[in-house]
């Protein structure tokens, strides 16, 4: 159990770090939402792994860690307002560069081979 939820906390942590190093606003904002998941749920992690356990303390001999779910709660109310936050500056980026790049310059592309052809024969 233990250590698929180790793989699951690892792959998502990875594919957010390879989509922020994307040059897109898109797959930027995915990555940072699957990064956030991933924080999520290692800090859900940190309260042990306990099933079946009450979270309130006094009511049985072994209980549950509450204060991971707080914050694992706290985190999820964040990501949402920072997703929605990087959302509207992503299509704010869109709207006034007319590119989704994320430093707002579009990358170089050399010309067509046809355009270079018309330019050198003047037709």
């Known amino acids: 159990m233990e250590l698929i939820y180790a793989l699951t906390i690892g792959a998502l942590t990875a594919s957010g770090v390879y989509l922020l190093l994307r ?3 898109f797959p930027v904002v995915l990555g940072l939402t699957l990064l956030s998941y991933g924080v999520n749920l290692f800090l ?4 042990r792994l306990a099933t079946g356990k009450q979270p309130i303390i006094g009511t049985a001999e072994s209980y549950a860690d509450p204060l991971p779910q707080a914050l694992v ?16 500056m992503s299509l704010r980026n869109l709207a006034d560069n007319e590119d989704d790049h ?6 170089y ?3 067509a081979p046809e ?3 018309e330019e050198v024969t003047g037709k």
């Open 23 to 25: 040059a897109r606003t």
């Open 44 to 47: 859900f992690s940190t309260g």
């Open 73 to 88: 709660l706290t985190a999820i109310v964040i990501g949402f307002a920072m997703t929605a936050f990087l959302v509207v």
């Open 102 to 107: 994320v430093d707002g310059k579009q990358p």
């Open 109 to 111: 592309k050399s010309p």
């Open 115 to 117: 355009q270079e052809d």
